[in-house]
């Protein structure tokens, strides 16, 4: 098992230039997050799915967007970079709790690290 | 709206001295608990969790955490740290109804003295 993984580990953009960043997960989880982490700040949840061919919003949307064509793929996109996006990008992956359905334990990818000049 | 509060930007603690990260939360019930630990340049990890029952929860790595609902705290605990130990930890509050997200503290690094 590989658990969680994404691409690229480490990118630069300039100011402007799109990209994407893939999560794979062979767990069979039906849930999936991107977050980006900065310093001081923790984790913040960008976007998430709650099963193939869904998506939704989280605390920080904007400027990205997303896609859940195969349960065990999620990508990230940025169509526009902007210096601000300079993070810690994770991804993670996480199945239901058994009795209410919400977010149990979840498994996180190693993170892609973003600068935007 | 949930939050999480983690006192503690940083702790030094000698090792095999006694460690406390503190966590405090705000939610209107009851909410699910986590601690993840994250090493350098790595992804987050499960430490472990609280959803009901006993509220002394055992985790991986001689890691404890008790649940006490009229502080609204979930600070985590360890007898003995090892120098392996050091890294960075997050206290979590996930929803119980009607939610997917899960809202983490910004974090207490843990740096261990021989």
């Known amino acids: 098992n590989a658990g969680v993984t994404q691409t690229p580990k480490f990118r630069v953009l300039k100011t402007g230039q799109s990209m994407t960043l893939l999560c794979a997960q062979d767990m069979n989880h039906e849930y999936m997050y991107w977050y980006r982490q900065d310093p001081g700040m923790g984790l913040r949840l960008i976007h998430y799915s709650v099963g193939e061919g869904t998506t939704a919003k989280g605390e920080v949307p904007d400027g990205y967007n997303v896609s859940r064509l195969k349960k065990q793929n999620f990508l990230l996109g940025l169509e526009s970079a902007a210096p601000s996006q300079t993070s810690v990008y994770f991804c993670?992956?996480?199945?239901?709790?058994?009795?209410?359905?919400?977010?149990?334990?979840?498994?996180f990818g190693p993170g892609t690290r973003l600068t935007v000049l | 709206a949930q939050s999480v509060t983690q006192p503690d930007i940083h702790i030094t603690v000698s090792e095999g001295a006694s460690l406390e990260l503190r966590c405090n939360y705000s939610?209107?019930?009851?909410?699910?608990l986590f601690w993840y630990v994250q090493s350098p340049g790595q992804g987050l990890q499960l430490l472990l969790k609280y959803f009901s029952g006993d509220t002394l929860v055992q985790g991986i790595k001689g890691f404890e955490a008790e649940f006490k609902r009229s502080q609204s705290s979930f600070n985590l605990r360890k007898p003995s740290v090892h120098w392996s130990d050091a890294a960075e930890y997050f206290c979590a509050v996930g929803a119980i109804t009607g939610g997917f997200k899960t809202i983490f503290g910004a974090g207490t690094r843990l740096f261990v003295k021989a």
């Open positions: 939610y209107g019930a009851t909410p699910y």
């Open positions: 993670a992956s996480s199945y239901p709790h058994r009795r209410s359905g919400n977010t149990d334990t979840q498994y």
